[in-house]
């Protein structure tokens, strides 16, 4: 190859090399212009905290579950911008400091509980987030501080006749059910799934405590979730795992000893990896009171139950650590 061919050659791959630069520059403007909207909507009623808790809260969380949101530039270019206005969107949907007021002081409560378990299991805030704002990145310190204030809100342990009244009136409830009254249908969840009595004969794998509401909860295996245990094959769990997890409120009398008082609702996980594909293999329902009322105002109510357990994505997504003897 000649000198004039080599120039010519060079020449070609500067023409190439530019027209690819402009190409790309040309899509990154293009894109600018697809925002998807980022509704803003008014405060309606602020989460009131101590100073301490709100700082906090603001500082890591406020961008993407209030209407208080505040972009950095960086935020604004797409397509870091589409990212955004997805986690704005989900992040609200599931909870809105900004909108407060809209929750029972219960729901308040345990709206609370979920995001500080989120958050002590590194779930929250997002790693892609504090990536880009490491400002959002809690501390030790900001950990215990919001552990203090949630724990700060359970309802205090003691006797309470009340409680003892309303066990005793569902008991009469319950007794009236299966004497008197016609047998009713099985309920059916929004998303299918049927209410299974069966969970009754089923063994006791686990226990847990809700210090936020003052529940107590027994989780049931089916004959396949024992097996499961009893192999050590909990993880992935095998497909007709099922668990039952069954919520009472406590009862504590004037010596110390707790006992489940009122049933408050039933919670399945059913494992089937294929029929349940796209709510992470597990299908999902819940039971509230002894009317059995299904829980959910529309069949995607799922998606609330797999944010909960989705800090244990790497635990299939089971919270249960099952009692091994």
């Known amino acids: ?90 992040g609200k949907e599931g909870l809105n400091f900004s909108e407060w007021d809209q929750l029972a002081s219960p729901a308040q409560n345990a709206k609370l509980w979920e995001a500080f378990n ?10 892609s987030y504090e990536l880009l704002h490491p400002e959002a ?19 205090k342990q003691k006797p309470d006749t009340a409680k003892v009244s309303a066990y005793n009136k569902q008991l009469q409830q319950i007794n009236t059910i299966h004497t008197v009254a016609p047998k009713p249908q099985l309920p059916t969840a929004l998303n299918g799934i049927s209410y299974i009595p069966d969970y009754k004969n089923w063994k006791p794998i686990s226990s847990t405590e809700r210090l936020d509401n003052g529940t107590m909860r027994i989780i049931f295996g089916n004959d396949i979730a024992v097996k499961a245990t009893k192999e050590h094959k909990t993880n992935p769990w095998p497909d ?3 668990f039952a997890k069954v919520a009472w409120e406590q009862i504590i009398d004037s010596d110390g000893n707790v006992t489940t008082g009122a049933f408050k ?61």
């Open 118 to 127: 989120q958050i002590n299991l590194k779930a929250m805030p997002l790693k």
């Open 240 to 242: 007709g795992t099922i």
């Open 1 to 90: 190859m000649n000198k004039k061919q080599r120039d010519m050659n060079r020449f070609w791959e500067k023409v190439k090399t530019k027209n690819i630069l402009v190409i790309v520059l040309a899509v990154f403007i293009g894109i600018q212009f697809y925002r998807p909207e980022i509704k803003q909507k008014p405060i309606t009623g602020e989460i009131h905290v101590p100073s301490d808790v709100r700082a906090i809260l603001q500082r890591s969380c406020f961008d993407c579950h209030s209407n208080q949101t505040d972009l950095k530039w960086f935020d604004q270019v797409a397509p870091a911008y589409w990212l955004v206005t997805d986690h704005i969107k989900k």
């Open 265 to 325: 609702q039933v919670e399945y996980m059913i494992k089937d990896s294929k029929k349940f594909a796209s709510t992470k293999g597990w299908g999902w329902a819940r039971f509230l009171s002894p009317k059995l009322e299904p829980y959910g105002k529309t069949a995607d109510f799922a998606n609330e139950c797999i944010s909960c357990h989705r800090p244990m994505k790497d635990n299939d997504f089971v919270f249960t650590s099952p009692i091994n003897h």
């Open 137 to 155: 990145k809690l501390s030790e310190n900001d950990i215990r501080i919001l552990k203090n204030y949630v724990t700060s809100l359970a309802p």
